[in-house]
């Protein structure tokens, strides 16, 4: 299992997941590198860390090393990726960090869903509005109801990266400690009108814009004062 060296920490993934020019990513240190810096730059000591789509568990490795491992929580759908994030999280020294095995879903949902897992397997999803892609292996796994999680988990800073489901998620209200959400959108699978209710969403639920952090895709939201 090929073994790389990001920020200091090392990730192991096996060889069959590098594809769609993963390796080189990982290599150059592009590997979600808008993501690290925003969060980085927004963590503070007490802070407790909730990231939504762990991946490979990079963000929740960066995060425990500001912040300890007991206060950071990952949730991941697939199977065989919340495996490869608990074993990044634990070869790296964060065994007290907790990585929870479930697609994020909307507050008050219960109950297993849908999950679309492909071999590239930062492109696993719930399912869009129309067919599953072709190479989609399709599994039943745990709904992790969003007010729940973030009830249980009391997060201040928020990461979500969860390939367009974030429309449906992250509508609030949310818990008065959070300050900082971190989001990748995806506006390939809901356009601009997606992504405008979005914004307006959070901004209903007390949160701005900010851009500090901010590049591309990865867009950061701030919670108003008062």
């Known amino acids: 299992m090929p073994d790389f060296q990001l920020r200091g920490l090392t990730l ?5 997941a590098l ?19 925003a969060l980085l730059r927004h963590l503070r000591p007490g802070d407790r860390f909730l990231d939504l789509g762990a991946g490979l568990g990079f963000l929740c ?34 065994a007290a960090a907790r990585l929870m095995q479930g697609a994020v ?4 949902q219960a109950g297993p869903v849908a999950f679309g897992q492909r071999p590239a397997f930062w492109a696993s999803a719930l399912k869009g509005q ?5 190479n989609a292996q399709v599994l039943q796994v745990p709904g992790l109801a969003v007010d729940a999680l973030l009830a249980e988990e009391a997060p201040t ?22 300050r900082v959400i971190v989001i990748e959108i995806h506006p390939a699978v809901y356009g601009l009108p997606g992504t405008k209710r979005l914004f307006d969403a959070l901004s209903a639920a007390g ?3 900010s851009p500090h952090g901010a590049r591309g895709a990865t867009v950061v939201f701030e919670r108003l004062p008062g």
């Open 207 to 209: 949160f701005a814009f």
């Open 12 to 16: 192991s993934l096996p060889q069959s």
């Open 130 to 134: 129309g067919d599953w892609p072709e």
């Open 61 to 94: 490795c960066l995060a425990a090393r500001v912040l300890g491992a007991q206060a950071v929580t990952g949730v991941e759908a697939g199977p065989e990726t919340a495996a490869l994030a608990r074993a990044n999280l634990d070869r790296n020294g964060f």
């Open 157 to 178: 800073v928020l990461s979500c990266d969860i390939e367009g489901a974030e429309l449906q998620v992250l509508t609030g209200p949310f818990p008065p400690g959070l």
């Open 105 to 108: 879903v909307p507050a008050g």
């Open 19 to 37: 594809r769609g020019g993963l390796e080189q990513a990982l290599v150059s240190g592009r590997y979600e590198n808008t993501e690290a810096d």
